[in-house]
């Protein structure tokens, strides 16, 4: 995710965005990686053009290139570097919001029912088998931090430390997930449903398994043709509904959502009535580009 703030120091990201031709290269990044002539070609500009524009959605970092070999010969491939900008607007001084914050790590899953292609691994080693779902049972699955299914769900209990005095006003839960595709295909839709407390918040359609290049922060041993990274994203429930990157999933908010005292349900499905079953990739620390587990937080006044 980009933070930007209405400054100077953030002329460069407007600039790169103030663009219909710019806009379009990231449309067509999202669809795959593309090398410049692949841009030129689909958008029928030149070449030059083209590299004028990929120069300026770089400097503000929103694309970044990497180079790959195919075919004997070797690619400088374009690629969305964020799937996600947030930008703070001046706004006069308030109070500082309180809030509860929990980090849950992947292999933290109290309940689950998962179908290959299927997995579970730490930042050193995989975790039994691979397609095996007996081993999301292994005592080592505390540790791990990648895991992977083809349909099915997990579930995470996570601590309640709202006190009776305390009013939710807003929860916010934050992760990098994708769909699993057997290997990797980018092109590989799934319908990801997001449950709290068994209450439906609506479902986001991952657009594939990302392999083209390495995460930032997969683990050296790791193989080249499984999942590499994902797409963060920030869930945030409240009066007006739930949203997902600031888009109402769902009008179910803090009104339809029961309260236990002492935890919350936490619940990631891919459900066999579902559109699209392309399965469900959840990266934690140590993988994938964002370095960091599932991030639940309360808000509360």
Known sequence: MIKATADRASLPLFEALASEVRLNILHLLAERPMNNKDLASRLLLSS????????????????????????????????????FIEIALPHAASAPRTFHEISIPVGHFTHFEVHPTCGIATTEKVIGQYDDPRYFLDPERMYANILWFGKGFVEYKIPNYLLNSQEITEIEISLELSSEAPGINGNWPSDIRFYLNHTDLGYWTSPGDSGEGRGNYTPAWWRDDVNQYGFLKVIRINQHGTFIDGIQMSSNGLEQLPVERNYWTLRFAVEDTATHIGGLTLYGVGFGNYNQDIEFRCYYK
């Open 48 to 83: 030059s053009i083209i590299t004028m524009h990929v120069r300026k959605l770089h400097a503000a970092g929103l694309i970044q290139s990497e180079m790959i070999s195919l075919h004997g010969a070797t690619h400088k491939l374009n690629t969305l570097a964020t799937d």
